[in-house]
């Protein structure tokens, strides 16, 4: 899902390095003194993720975990990702600094779209919406983030159903795997501390 | 007391979250299963033809993929797709750096790049020898003795040569599994190192927004 240097245009790298910034600037913003710690450690999880190798399905692909990221973060959820991202590019190689805006936005706006899709289902009452909903969350965060990678691979001259096709045939264990990991986090959570569900 | 009440919520959700992370860390990641997926792209010069090898940081083999083939100036030579076993070969197509391009789907991508002084000296050679040998006909004029020692120089030129194609193709015989391992070795998995010297820094930047905020507060 790390789209490596040297692939996408000057004008990709640019769209996707402003819209990175300003998301950034509101999650700063939103980002108060007793969320710091959450954003940490939510920061590490996606870090860690991406080292966690699904051997399942045709291709060579990883965990993401962008849809928990989201629904505990909200906009934080963009300078979480963004540290991640960075510490992965200059430590694993995986993506690049040049790339590291694109990359941002194409993990962490998922994460903020199911982060307002799912965020109110993840805290209801009735356990089974609130489960569903997480299997949504986790599911479709990764499955928007294949679409924007394609999309963003449009811009280079790639046919964005080729792409789209091949990358989410690829993601299609993860998918199901983040839903089941996102139900079994949100369960829990739900026991423990219910109140820091839904951002 | 209302920090201490904050240092409290603090502490809470901290061991909520490790605990969190400790049992998915424990449940999925074993050592063996600290891969990545970030491609590479390593290649050799064999003679006249350049062998490159395409994997995935796990060391699977990138199958059916794009390799572009550039000269220094930017211009491609030529492209192909690896094989089965994410091989691809291709005779040297002039003079130049090479720079190889490997693309796989989804945006990954990997470089590398075959220096002139890699390439073996025979192309070289060739290139230069079409100049020179005009020039050597005209001394004859000076006589037959010196003729006869041209003759003699370009008898054990001649031989020079052999010899040193000869040790060049017993060499990369030799050499060949070396290569092999090389090509292996450049298989850089991440390391446990890595990993936690991430997560520090991870820790260490909550800790300087954190001290930033409280003296903001």
């Known amino acids: 899902m790390h789209i490596s240097e040297g692939v996408l245009s000057a004008p990709v790298l640019i769209t996707g390095a402003a819209f990175t910034t300003a998301a950034i600037g509101i999650g700063l913003k939103k980002m108060d003194y007793d969320r710091i710690p959450r954003v940490a450690i939510l920061s590490s999880t996606f870090f860690v993720a991406s080292l966690i190798h699904v051997p399942i399905g045709p291709s060579n692909v990883h965990l993401i975990l962008n849809g928990i990221t989201g629904v505990l973060l909200g906009f934080s959820a963009f300078p979480a990702i963004l540290v991640a991202l960075f510490l992965q590019a200059i430590l694993f190689q995986f993506g690049g600094v040049t790339t590291l805006g694109v990359n941002t936005f194409n993990m962490a706006f998922p994460a903020l779209v199911c982060f307002y899709a799912f965020g109110y289902g993840v805290k209801h009452n009735n356990s089974m919406i609130a489960l569903g909903s997480a299997f949504g969350c986790g599911f479709f965060a990764v499955l928007l983030s294949g679409i924007m990678v394609a999309t963003s691979l449009v811009f280079v001259g790639k046919s964005f159903v080729q792409v789209a096709r091949l990358v989410v045939i690829a993601h299609l264990p993860v998918m199901i795997i983040e839903g089941l990991l996102t139900v079994f986090c949100v369960g829990f959570l739900r026991r423990v501390r219910p109140e820091i569900l839904g951002g | ?217």
Not at chain 2, 9 to 26: A, C, E, N, S, Y
Not at chain 2, 99 to 108: I, K, N, P, S
Not at chain 2, 140 to 152: D, F, S, W, Y
Not at chain 2, 160 to 182: A, F, G, H, Q, T
């Open chain 2, 1 to 217: 007391m209302e920090r201490y009440n904050t240092f409290k919520r603090f502490q809470g959700v901290l061991l909520v979250w490790f605990k969190l992370i400790l049992i998915t860390l424990l449940i999925f990641v074993t050592p063996s299963k600290i891969l990545a997926h970030k491609i590479n792209i390593f290649a050799y010069v064999e003679g006249d033809t350049i062998f490159s090898e395409s994997y995935f940081n796990n060391g699977r083999r990138c199958i059916n993929s794009k390799i572009e083939v550039f000269d220094s100036a930017g211009n491609a030579l030529l492209e192909g797709r690896t094989d089965d076993a994410g091989e691809f070969s291709f005779k040297v197509p002039g003079k130049t750096d090479l720079r190889l391009v490997l693309t796989a789907g989804m945006g990954h991508r990997a470089e590398y790049i075959i220096h002139t002084s890699e390439l073996p000296g025979a192309i070289e050679e060739k290139v230069e020898e079409s100049v020179p040998q005009p020039a050597q006909r005209e001394i004859p004029v000076a006589g037959i003795m010196r003729e006869k020692k041209i003759n003699t120089a370009e008898v054990s030129q001649i031989n020079l040569e052999e010899i040193e194609s000869v040790i060049e193709e017993v060499l990369n015989r030799k050499l060949r599994p070396l290569m092999k391992l090389m090509t292996k070795s450049q298989e850089n998995r991440v390391s446990s190192t890595e990993v936690i010297g991430g997560l520090g820094y991870i820790i260490g930047i909550m800790g300087i927004i954190m001290y930033f905020r409280s003296r903001k507060r």
